[in-house]
């Protein structure tokens, strides 16, 4: 496929194109910063491409729904996909270049021989409920890093665990990679800005609250003085117990070892997830 120039925004499909892009930054000795996305862009996913233009002379996203991440009963298939709304909202963002590789192009002799292994951090929570899909997301990453050779990469904090492994490969692999985590964009009402809320029919979306209500909750009992982890567990916990919720976990843990911690401290991490009718969602609060 032929590049697309846009006002200010590049598009590219391969990966000589994103190769050559960066060479000519670099020449002009320019710094580079990503944002890896898997498309069906919104508020969350721009405000990581605002904190990458603090960061970065030069801004680049990738949008890939990458199939490795993916469980065999999940929702590859049907995760939203507009390359032109994302276009035009990274353009309304002034993102440098858009690499929108098709999986051949990522995947040319099927799925890689060699990938990421997590380890430790990606036994627990998603990784527990998704077996493969941190080898998966790292792999992938791994890659974009390769690929893309940036100083910095913006990740938002909603998929807390994916954050946390993603700083961790970059440390263990030395990718010579900033990991920076932004934080989370809400909708008014507390729901947390996800690709995946398109999926929500308007009941839904209302159970969906649920989530936020519930860190809301456990947040409050913190700043009231609650310390018992388990308290502050039974709250999110709760907030969960609505018709038509189905509750995953909830969880207060370590915001680096991600094991659940018995006293909760400033910096532990609250995380929930639930399904809501077809839908998994997740969210987290740092307590403060
Ligand atoms: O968070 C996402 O959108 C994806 O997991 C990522 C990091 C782009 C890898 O495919």
Do not use: C
């Not at 721009?46 to 801004?59: G, K, M, N």
């Not at 909760?264 to 839908?279: F, N, Q, Y």
Request: aromatic content about 6%; glycine content about 8%; cysteine-free.
């Amino acid at each position: 496929m032929a590049p697309a120039t846009l006002a200010q925004t590049r598009l590219v499909h391969t990966i000589p194109e994103v190769r050559g892009a960066v060479r000519e930054v670099r020449q002009g000795g320019g710094s580079v910063a990503l944002v890896p996305t898997m498309g069906y862009l919104h508020e969350g996913h721009l405000s990581l491409v605002d904190r990458a233009r603090e960061l970065a002379d030069w801004v680049a996203m990738s949008i890939f729904v990458n199939p490795m991440q993916f469980g065999p009963a999940e929702d590859l298939a049907r995760y939203p996909r507009d390359l032109e709304r994302d276009l035009e909202m990274a353009r309304g963002r002034g993102v440098d270049l858009v690499f929108a590789p098709r999986v051949d192009e990522m995947y040319p002799h099927g799925e890689p021989q060699v990938s990421v292994v997590p380890g430790a951090l990606a036994e627990r929570m998603e990784g527990a409920i998704r077996p493969g899909h941190f080898r998966g997301v790292l792999t992938v990453v791994a890659k974009l890093f390769g690929i893309f050779h940036p100083d910095v990469a913006v990740f938002g904090q909603k998929d807390f665990q994916q954050a946390a492994l993603i700083r961790r490969m970059a440390l263990d692999l030395d990718q010579g990679v900033r990991v920076e985590v932004a934080p989370i964009v809400r909708e008014p009402d507390g729901l947390a800005m996800s690709s995946r809320n398109v999926y929500l029919s308007a009941e839904e979306r209302e159970r969906a609250r649920a989530l936020s209500r519930g860190l809301e909750r456990s947040r409050a009992l913190f700043a009231a003085g609650e310390r018992d982890a388990e308290a502050l567990r039974a709250a999110l916990w709760n907030a969960l117990s609505v018709p038509g919720v189905e509750p995953g976990y909830a969880e207060v843990v370590d915001a680096l070892t991600l094991e659940p911690v018995r006293r909760a401290a400033p910096g532990a991490v609250l995380l929930v997830a639930a399904r809501v009718g077809r839908t998994r969602l997740i969210d987290n609060a740092v307590l403060p």
